[in-house]
C-alpha cells in the first residue's frame, strides 16, 4: 500500500514562495518516478514537474524558471520549491509516484495566491 502525503500549502502573495513537500511510505527509489501535478478550479489536471528514479526532471512550461522538483531519499520525501508565485498558480496540487503503468495519489494541498 503506498501512501503519499502532501504539505506545505497556504496563502502566499504574489511574488512569493512556499515549498511542498510529499512524504512516501517507503522508499522513494521503488517508483520509476515521481511528480506534482495541479487542478485549478473548473480546470483540468495539469503536469508540473516530475523527477525520474535516475535524477532527470521535466517541467510544465508555466513552471520552468520558477519551481524546482527534488527530493530526499533518506527520508524517502519529494519537495517542490515554488517561486515568484502568480494568482494563475492558484490550485491544489498533488503528488504523484509512478511504477510503470501504475500511478499513486496523494490527496493534495491547496496552494492560494493572493494579495
Known amino acids: 500500500q503506498v501512501q503519499l502525503v502532501e504539505s506545505g500549502g497556504g496563502l502566499v502573495q504574489p511574488g512569493g514562495s512556499l515549498r511542498l513537500s510529499c512524504a512516501a511510505s517507503g522508499s522513494i527509489f521503488r517508483f520509476n518516478a515521481l511528480g506534482w501535478y495541479r487542478q485549478a478550479p473548473r480546470k483540468p489536471r495539469e503536469l508540473v514537474a516530475t523527477?525520474?528514479?535516475?535524477?532527470?526532471?521535466n517541467y510544465a512550461d508555466s513552471a520552468k524558471g520558477r519551481f524546482t522538483i527534488s527530493r530526499d531519499i533518506a527520508n524517502n520525501t519529494v519537495y517542490l520549491q515554488m517561486n515568484s508565485l502568480k494568482p494563475d498558480d492558484t490550485a491544489v496540487y498533488y503528488c504523484?509516484?509512478?511504477?510503470?503503468?501504475?500511478?499513486?495519489w496523494g490527496k493534495g494541498t491547496l496552494v492560494t495566491v493572493s494579495s
Open positions: 504523484n509516484a509512478r511504477v510503470f503503468s501504475v500511478s499513486y
Open positions: 523527477l525520474t528514479n535516475g535524477g532527470s526532471t
